[in-house]
């Protein structure tokens, strides 16, 4: 099987935003490096910025090991009044994928949904509490490259095709995080998308959250392929909230 697509911009933890918006002039930062089965990898520095109440400014730089390097900004509004048990947000992002010394623009939009687990019905017993969201997502590029570039990254190893953008995409999550103790999280995702080069793909996000000093985080996961191309991937990240 191919590489766990790992370019997907907005990688979904339980700090990012989801449909809940950050505080005003909150600031999250986290950096993080994934590699999989087959010795590639991804790292990226990811932000955001509550810019008012119901506004929040995102932003993630990425750096591929097929030499590609992406940025997007993004700007997610909410839609509900923070009243009542469900959150919902909408987001539209811009950006530019630069490989092979060409600079190619790529947007996205998303809607997502969140409500904390006290609000959700059996789950309101588990102690601790936390959360579960779902965000559908899709995103459009420029045209990235042609029908002999494929050929020539494929005879590398077809592992790496996973690390150049699709043109087209649709990416859905459904996360649910879990409050353990105080100083541990626990975050499962289910991941599904839709590329126009490979099809449709789905996968298993796991990660463990543990508080280490003051504000910062440190964050070890393990995506599992379920369906589709994927190989098996490790994550590990550390995040900073002030």
């Not at 909150?26 to 506004?55: Q, V």
């Not at 042609?146 to 953008?165: K, Q």
Request: aromatic share 8%; glycine share 12%.
């Amino acid at each position: 099987m191919r590489s766990l697509v790992l370019t997907s911009l907005l990688l979904a933890d339980s700090a990012l935003a989801g449909p809940w918006p950050r505080e005003m002039k909150g600031i999250f930062l986290a950096l993080s490096t994934e590699r999989d089965a087959e010795g590639s990898s991804y790292a990226a520095l990811y932000g955001e910025y509550g810019l008012r109440p119901s506004l929040t400014l995102g932003m993630e730089l990425g750096r591929s090991g097929a030499d590609e390097t992406s940025a997007m900004f993004w700007l997610q509004r909410a839609l509900d009044r923070g009243k009542g048990p469900d959150r919902w947000a909408l987001s539209f992002g811009a950006g530019v994928v630069e490989r092979g010394g060409a600079d190619i623009p790529v947007g996205q939009v998303a809607v997502s949904w969140g409500r904390g687990l006290e609000t959700v019905p059996l789950l309101d017993r588990i102690a601790g509490g936390g959360w579960l969201s779902a965000e559908i997502r899709a995103k459009a590029v420029a045209k990235l490259k042609d029908e002999a570039e494929i050929e020539r990254l494929a005879a590398d190893g077809v592992g790496i095709l996973a690390y150049i953008t699709p043109e087209t995409s649709i990416k859905a999550e459904a996360t649910l995080g879990w409050h353990a103790t105080s100083s541990w999280t626990f975050i499962n995702q289910l991941r599904l998308e839709d590329r126009e080069d490979w099809g449709f793909s789905a996968s298993l996000a796991s990660s463990a959250v543990r508080d280490i000093l003051g504000p910062a985080k440190l964050e070890l996961g393990l995506i599992t392929p379920l369906s589709g191309e994927g190989e098996l991937a490790l994550k590990i990240g550390c995040w900073l909230e002030l």
